[in-house]
């Protein structure tokens, strides 16, 4: 079950797999409020996540912005 999920606190990541079509699980805020976004952990995902951290990939500015939003909204709902 560890390993059903990708986990990132990072906003831009989870943006970037949100374009790029990975499926969004939810978000989970700990104790200290900060949250970590969750998406259904495979090799895509991994392929993805890796090539994200060398610069390797591109993504449509206007849908990572509207990405970026949903996430943010995501986030104040669950507050």
């Known amino acids: 079950m ?3 999920y990708f986990k990132t606190t990072d906003i831009c990541l989870a ?3 949100l374009v790029k079509g990975i499926e969004f699980a939810g978000i989970n805020k700990d104790s200290s409020n900060r949250a970590t976004f969750l998406f259904i952990h495979s090799s895509e995902c991994v392929s993805l996540v890796t090539n994200f951290s060398q610069m390797k990939t ?3 500015p206007i ?3 509207a990405s970026m939003k949903r996430l943010k909204q995501l986030l ?3 507050g």
């Open 2 to 4: 560890q390993n059903e």
């Open 15 to 17: 943006s970037f797999l």
């Open 58 to 60: 591109t993504v449509e």
């Open 63 to 65: 849908s990572f912005h």
């Open 76 to 78: 104040y709902l669950n």
